[in-house]
C-alpha cells in the first residue's frame, strides 16, 4: 500500500495514462512498455527512493493485469418512456 503523498500522485498519474492509452486503442504490449519505461526514467532521475519505485511498480502492474480496469462500461439500455 502507498502511504508516501509524492508517490500516490504518481501511482495515480500512471493509472490515468493507462486507461487514457487503451482508450486510444493501445493494448497491453504497448502499455507494458510504456509502464517499463515510466520506472526507468524514475530510477533514472532519483526523484523517489528505491524501495518506493518499488513499491509503485507493484501496485502499478497489480493494476495493470487487473482486466476489469480497463473494461468498457455496457450501455445503459434504452427505456420508452411513452
Known sequence: ????????RYYQKLTDSMVDLWN???????????LEGYFACLRHTNV????????LEEDAFRYFYDPSNFELP???PETDYY
Request: aromatic share 14%; net charge negative; glycine share 4%.
Open 48 to 55: 523517489l527512493e528505491p524501495y518506493q519505485i518499488h513499491r
Open 24 to 34: 486510444r486503442g493501445y493494448r497491453y504490449d504497448e502499455i507494458r512498455l510504456y
Open 74 to 76: 455496457l450501455p445503459e
Open 1 to 8: 500500500m502507498l502511504q508516501d503523498p509524492q508517490t500516490i
